[in-house]
């Protein structure tokens, strides 16, 4: 791995120099180019050139800006697999994979605001990843309604460096985060930069921003270092940072939920990709949910999903120590059920075989002290890892591969709670089968329905249904019910569990093209009174009716814009961040895929009726 002063290096040079508006191609043979061809085939190539794996083929990271791969490199998720590089061969792998010479990117002071804006939070903003407490993605004054949807045109546009991430709105500000680590609060009415921060790696989240009793609003997010930064939201200053897990692959991709003074931080691993290697010690990571004080970040308590301890269980075939029970990590937002005093968190897979109940999960935390009260598993022995063959039953396993493999179906969208029309609760959550859930929460999680919405698979992620007291809204992120077709709409009825309608996607030729061109449907819905919000990964967003699922409003993102801090933005696919409302504004981040769709994005759009 690059040095951490080697890594900073790299990114002071992208922060401090004016971009360019593209990279520059490499024509004719490059020494560099070459170089990296062979580092890419030697330490690369076996995940991303995989048929049918999860990783991105190179032919997609030919679509990036080299800055961006140098980044993965340095600071991002590739960060162990480029352990040992020199920083001229980091560059070189760069170059290779994009054919373009490294590029800089924004000026972060370009266009700043004349003033610092107001920060506040009412019933008006979107303050966090799912809206409320309960996660229900629902705003229901959103400024304008679903009869004027027609109307609805880009007002400006914000380049955003790097991979979109997911716009939250709480007075004048919006703030949005990167997978190149940079976070920015702009101003909601011109995009103009109130302030600018640089983290440490990635960031994957929505900020969440809760006011403190001293009345100060703090803005909250987690890096793939595991790190909780707290920032003044109306200056982007620092307040403080916690490391929440020392394990070396632990990361937060989930956002934080702030309630009552208490940040809420979902923990997840690296561990079912690092354990590939059959020389990784696999696995001693236990997925939590930790609570800090919001006015200090010490930890007041940490739940593991996992109530067993780790221990040694066999030596693999490659000789190396493996362990368990493992796995069960938390990909999103906790959910905070007040009335009954209790955390709500969706796990992941597991690692390794060992049985344990927490795998593909609902689990509830007692708010107070952190205690597991209850686990509802709608999946036992989903032990996965990445690039491990499915064998029989009978055979023998090599490396750290489970003998048994699951099928990958993490609970990876928020539980949703949500009160019904007749008073009663119920608790909604996605999982990556393309199955949705209903759950009981004064049942210990009982399961009320499970419906299908698509056929799922390994990395497709219903990454945030919607609901309103009727019903939940969920996108289909991979192939639909009917053979052939991709993506599509739901309304589940909440009580029952049936679906009222469904709606497949439509199948327009892509901005880009027909290389790549998909129309599934991966990122969490926003919701509206009258309608629902979904985009897909051929770059438009369509409004549908809440009623009949008829599409009420299809704008394709796929464009070119004069951005207001004086780049272009790039409009491209849309992928698992959402798209927020409020004070009559939608924001849409759009190019934001980081699968196989082509289209590179970087735009963040402010959507008002009639473009005022």
Known sequence: MLTRLASISVMALALTMPMIATAQSVNGPNPSASAGNAIFAERCSG?????????????????????????????????????????????DVAIFLTGRVIDVQPDPAANMCPDAGTVKIDGKQWASWGHDIHNTRFENEPGFTAAQLPRLKVKWSFALPGLTGVPVVAGDHVFISSRMGKVFSISAETG???????????????????????????????????????????????????????????????????????????????????????????????????????????????????????????????????????????????????????????????????????????????????????????????????????????????????????????????????????????????????????????????VLWSVRVGQGGTGIQIWGPATDRRRAYVATPGAGLKPGTDGGMSGIDLVSGKVDWRTESPTPLCGWGSLGCRHTQPGAVTLIPGAVFSGSLDGHLRAYDTATGAIVWDFDTVATYDAVNGVKAFGGNLDGAPQTVAGGTLFVNSGNSTLRSPRHGDAVLAITLDGK
Request: aromatic content about 8%; proline content about 6%.
């Open 47 to 91: 995940c991303h050139d995989q048929a049918g794996g999860r990783a991105p083929p190179s032919s997609y990271l030919a679509t990036r800006m080299p800055s961006e791969i140098l980044y993965t490199l340095t600071n991002g998720e590739m960060r162990k697999q480029a352990a040992g590089l020199t920083e001229a061969q980091l560059r």
């Open 192 to 446: 103009c930069t109130f302030w600018s921060y640089v983290a440490g790696s990635p960031v994957r989240n929505a900020i969440a921003i809760g006011a403190l009793p001293n009345g100060k609003h703090v803005a909250f997010f987690g890096d793939q270092n595991a790190i909780v930064h707290a920032l003044d939201a109306a200056t982007g200053k620092e307040l403080w940072n916690r490391q929440i897990d020392d394990y070396p692959g632990a990361r937060i991709v989930g956002s934080i939920t702030f309630y009552d003074g208490v940040v809420y931080a979902p923990v997840t691993s690296a561990d079912e990709v690092d354990a590939g290697d059959p020389s990784y010690p696999c696995c001693t990571f236990r997925g939590s949910v930790v609570a800090l004080s919001g006015a200090t970040g010490n930890v007041i308590w940490k739940g593991y999903t996992i109530q067993e301890p780790v221990k040694a269980t066999k030596v693999n075939d490659a000789g190396t120590q493996m362990f368990g029970p493992s796995g069960a990590g938390v990909w999103s937002a906790p959910t905070i059920d007040a009335k009954r005093g209790i955390v709500l968190v969706a796990t992941g897979d597991s690692y390794t075989a060992d049985a344990n109940d927490a795998s593909d999960a609902v689990i509830a935390f007692d708010i107070k002290s952190g205690k597991r009260l209850w686990a509802s598993q709608v999946l036992a022995g989903d032990a996965w890892i990445y690039l491990c063959p499915r064998k029989p039953p009978d055979a023998e396993t090599s490396g750290n591969c489970p003998k048994n493999m699951g099928p990958d179906f993490d609970i990876s969208s928020s539980p949703i709670l949500q009160t019904l029309q007749n008073g009663k609760d119920i608790v909604v959550a996605g999982s990556k089968s393309g199955i949705v859930y209903g759950f009981d929460p004064d049942a210990r999680g009982k």
